[in-house]
């Protein structure tokens, strides 16, 4: 869940501010927030299981 809201707190709106400045594609811009989603949750899932 802390994974999940730092994604959309903080890497999700400044990965759509930074896409929409460079004019890249929609489908792009998902992919990319995508990723980081993965790797916060990842990190979330890991650091929950160990304390």
């Known amino acids: 869940m802390v ?3 730092t ?3 903080l890497a999700f709106p400044i990965q759509m501010f930074n896409n ?4 890249r594609p929609v489908a792009l811009t998902f992919i990319n ?3 980081h989603l ?3 949750l ?3 899932l890991i ?3 160990f304390l």
């Open 7 to 9: 994604w959309l707190g």
């Open 20 to 23: 929409a400045f460079e004019n």
């Open 33 to 35: 927030t995508g990723y």
């Open 47 to 49: 650091l929950g299981a």
């Open 38 to 40: 993965a790797s916060l």
């Open 3 to 5: 994974g999940f809201l």
């Open 42 to 44: 990842a990190i979330g």
